[in-house]
C-alpha cells in the first residue's frame, strides 16, 4: 500500500489524502510506458517473451528514463553486449 510506505519511510509528516492515489497513477503510467518499450524491443529482437534484458535495454535506450534509472540494475547483463 502507498500511503502505507509513505508513512511508515518518514518522507513527510503530513500527507494529504491524494497523494497517494496520484503517485500510484504517476508509477502505473511510468510501468505502462516502460512495458509498451519493452514490448517494442522484443518485436525489433523477434522475441516472443520480454525478458529483462529487453527491459534494460528499453530503459537505457531512452534519455529521459536512462537518466531516471541510472543507478538502477535491472539485468546483469550489458545490452548490447554479446
Same mark, same amino acid.
Given at each position: &500500500?502507498? &500511503?502505507? !510506505?509513505?508513512? +511508515? =519511510? %518518514?518522507?513527510? $509528516?503530513?500527507? !494529504?489524502?491524494?497523494?497517494?492515489?496520484?503517485?500510484?497513477?504517476?508509477? +502505473? %503510467?511510468? #510501468?505502462? $510506458?516502460?512495458? &509498451?518499450?519493452? =514490448?517494442? +524491443?522484443?518485436?525489433?529482437?523477434? +522475441?516472443?517473451?520480454?525478458?529483462?534484458?529487453?527491459?534494460? #535495454?528499453?530503459? %537505457?535506450?531512452?534519455?529521459?528514463? !536512462?537518466?531516471?534509472?541510472?543507478?538502477?540494475?535491472?539485468? $546483469?547483463?550489458?545490452? =548490447? =553486449?554479446?
Amino acid at each position: &500500500e502507498v &500511503e502505507r !510506505s509513505l508513512k +511508515e =519511510g %518518514h518522507y513527510t $509528516q503530513r500527507l !494529504s489524502p491524494s497523494v497517494p492515489v496520484f503517485l500510484t497513477a504517476v508509477i +502505473e %503510467h511510468l #510501468m505502462a $510506458q516502460i512495458l &509498451e518499450l519493452a =514490448g517494442k +524491443e522484443a518485436h525489433n529482437n523477434i +522475441e516472443r517473451t520480454i525478458t529483462l534484458q529487453l527491459l534494460d #535495454m528499453a530503459v %537505457h535506450n531512452k534519455a529521459l528514463l !536512462s537518466t531516471l534509472f541510472d543507478t538502477t540494475t535491472i539485468s $546483469q547483463v550489458v545490452p =548490447g =553486449g554479446d
